[in-house]
T-cell receptor, first 110, second 114 residues
């Protein structure tokens, strides 16, 4: 079955602390994984995708096929990082549909 | 300049009514989607259209009927609204082809059924 799991509903850290948002997936094919972010009162937007192996706003995510994980990390959290983060799996050959995890709300306290 | 727009932004209505939400994208994308975000913020795909043809139809009550008059528009019509339909509905679009295409989301329509 195709599934994305984000075990933490809420993650609260202090400014400057490291942050890791967990994401695990279940997919029989070769996975395409994304992180989307939704800031307060804003639309959902792409943060990063695994194929790019890029760092956006200080965030990185590495695909670990052995552990079927795609955790999002940032070494030093900033208050402006507070948002809802969604891990998503793109199902190939099914119209590009995204299967989202339950979302993790990140709260960065001053 | 808005890439993906939705109207209305807020919709408050009574149970049993019929309502529509409109979505338009000016990105020239071939594929459009409707997602539902429930009260627990869980996002789930409902429908997808590619060049006006339905390609994804998840397990959604047939009270929900998408309509795509052209590839820039994907509207969502809901009949006989129920309390459980209260949610935020997001439209999205992406280009056709390529393995790693980003989906661009609209601002969402918050539907409240009383």
């Amino acid at each position: 079955a195709q599934r994305v799991t984000q075990p933490e509903k809420l993650l609260s850290v202090f400014k400057g602390a490291p942050v890791e948002l967990k994401c695990n997936y279940s997919y029989s094919g070769s996975p395409e994984l994304f992180w989307y972010v939704q800031y307060s009162r804003q639309r959902l937007q792409l943060l990063l995708r695994h194929i790019s192996r890029e760092s956006i706003k200080g965030f990185t995510a590495d695909l670990n096929k052995g552990e079927t994980s795609f955790h999002l990390k940032k070494p030093f959290a900033q208050e402006e990082d507070s948002a809802m983060y969604y891990c998503a799996l793109r199902v190939y050959n099914q119209g590009g549909k995204l299967i989202f995890g339950q979302g993790t709300e990140l709260s960065v306290k001053p | 300049d808005t890439a993906v727009s939705q109207t209305p932004k807020y919709l408050v209505t009574q149970m049993g009514n019929d309502k529509s939400i409109k979505c338009e994208q000016n990105l020239g994308h071939d594929t459009m989607y409707w997602y539902k975000q429930d009260s627990k913020k869980f996002l789930k795909i409902m429908f997808s259209y590619n060049n006006k043809e339905l390609i994804i139809n998840e397990t959604v009550p047939n009270r929900f009927s998408p309509k795509s008059p052209d590839k820039a528009h994907l509207n969502l019509h809901i009949n006989s609204l129920e309390l459980g339909d209260s949610a935020v509905y997001f439209c999205a679009s992406s280009p056709l082809g390529g393995q790693y295409n980003e989906q661009f989301f609209g601002p969402g329509t918050r539907l409240t059924v009383l």
